[in-house]
């Protein structure tokens, strides 16, 4: 029997355990194949730039559009004319409108959105992923725009937000401290939400009751109201990395952290400070997080059932990273971390010119000798040459033994 002959659901059944490159060179075929890949072809839509944003808008038919269910978009241009928020932001919306199944939308540049895009209607949207990199005094992403974006969304149950700036009219006690804090200015222009009125602050982001996933990242969270206000969401993974002062992070935790199952931070927290963890399995510690509060940070968690723990960190830090793990699992107190199954490093940053290479393998080996007494899996894996690596890593062999390997 030929493909020809196969019938229709035969065809997407095929198509679907095909990746996006095989199914790019099956659509070549003919045009009936071509037709056929349509709906894999447009499922996920990358757009790297403003401008090719609007060359898809240009080129590629309409119709196709209803297939989109996750768009990853960046509003920067290519060339040097930097056009306005209004017309990026309009250019988005004519995608946006067409895509009747988008489950998945991440803006990046988001500072560039104009509040026209508080109109545009999306019922399926499940994930929201907002970031921004240009710098705040130019181009800011303000929090109420943010804030009333993930409030018109019903569906919504994972939020990430990067590089978001704080406003004058939420936080007017920041103005003028030291050290100075990003603000933005004249963004009264959002208006009020039809559910949350004014109130467009971040804390409010804990009275969207299908919330399961918050990120934040980059972003100054010092608000009072996270102590006061209304929980209407279980959250289920929060991540609080960048720009989070110490303080905030217990603060929040305290509100949120009876149903946590992943928990990521990059501050040191006090001992006893957080309590009632009772669902915390895994833990991560961002790359910025101070090497010498790590024993003392984790501490802070040894009541909770945590399963894994996974530290990023540069490539500069490898060696003190890795003798820090090994001392803390060396001194971790009787009947704690019963729980525990795994320890990773994750390298943020990694080259093959290295003077300390011999430190590196030293230190990694002495980790995991430590995770193999304990049968703790482990692993330090990273970036080399563009290419993911695993430069050492040990695993249980079926009988239960531990084997240990540094490349």
Same mark, same amino acid.
Request: hydrophobic letters at 35%.
């Given at each position: 029997?030929?493909? =020809?002959? +196969?019938?229709?659901?035969? =065809?997407? $059944?095929?198509? %679907?355990?095909?990746?996006?490159?095989?199914?790019? $060179?099956?659509?070549?075929?003919?045009?009936?194949?071509?037709? $056929?890949?349509? #709906?894999?072809?447009?499922?996920?839509?990358?757009?790297?730039?403003?401008? $090719?944003?609007?060359?898809?808008l240009e080129?590629?038919?309409?119709?196709?559009?209803?297939?989109?269910?996750?768009?990853?978009? %960046? +509003?920067?241009?290519?060339?040097f004319n930097?056009?306005?928020?209004?017309?990026?932001?309009?250019?988005?919306?004519?995608?946006?409108?067409?895509?009747?199944?988008?489950?998945a939308l991440d803006v990046r540049n988001a500072g560039y959105l104009h509040p026209d895009i508080l109109s545009c209607v999306l019922p399926s949207l499940r994930s929201l992923v907002l970031s921004h990199w240009d710098p705040e005094e130019m181009m800011p992403l303000s929090e109420r725009l943010v804030v009333s974006f993930a409030a018109s969304l019903p569906l919504l149950n994972h939020l990430s937000i990067s590089g978001a700036t704080r406003s004058t009219l939420h936080a007017p006690d920041l103005v003028g401290v030291y050290p100075p804090v990003p603000l933005v200015v004249g963004d009264s222009d959002i208006p009020a939400h039809p559910i949350f009125g004014n109130d467009l602050n971040l804390p409010s982001l804990l009275r969207l009751t299908g919330l399961r996933t918050l990120s934040i990242k980059d972003t100054h969270l010092g608000d009072a109201r996270w102590d006061t206000e209304q929980v209407c969401c279980q959250l289920e993974r929060v991540d609080l990395m960048g720009c989070c002062e110490e303080g905030w992070t217990e603060r929040i935790m305290a509100r949120v952290?009876?149903?946590?199952?992943?928990?990521?931070?990059?501050? #040191?927290?006090?001992?006893?400070?957080?309590k009632g963890l009772a669902s915390l399995k895994k833990l991560r510690i961002g790359e910025y997080f101070p090497v010498d509060d790590v024993a003392e940070t984790l501490g802070v968690f040894a009541g909770s059932p945590i399963e894994r723990v996974e530290m990023e960190c540069f490539e500069e830090d490898v060696v003190d990273v890795c003798t820090e793990l090994e001392g803390w699992l060396r001194r971790r107190g009787e009947g704690l971390w019963q729980r525990l199954e795994r320890v990773d490093v994750n390298v943020l940053e990694s080259s093959d010119d290295d003077d300390e290479e011999e430190k590196k393998k030293e230190a990694m080996g002495k980790l995991m000798r430590i995770c193999g007494e304990l049968r703790v899996k482990s692993r330090i894996s990273g970036q080399r040459n563009g290419k993911q690596r695993i430069f050492s890593e040990n695993m249980r062999w079926p009988d239960g033994r531990v084997r240990a390997n540094t490349v």
């Open positions: 029997m030929s493909w =020809h002959d +196969l019938p229709t659901e035969m =065809h997407l $059944a095929i198509l %679907d355990v095909l990746d996006y490159e095989q199914v790019r $060179a099956l659509s070549t075929v003919d045009r009936t194949t071509y037709e $056929a890949c349509v #709906p894999s072809l447009f499922k996920s839509v990358t757009l790297n730039t403003h401008d $090719a944003l609007e060359q898809f080129n590629v038919p309409k119709d196709y559009c209803r297939y989109i269910q996750s768009i990853q978009v %960046d +509003l920067k241009r290519q060339d930097r056009s306005g928020r209004k017309e990026r932001t309009n250019s988005l919306i004519s995608l946006l409108q067409a895509c009747l199944r988008l489950v952290g009876r149903t946590v199952g992943e928990f990521g931070l990059s501050v #040191p927290v006090k001992p006893a400070s957080v």
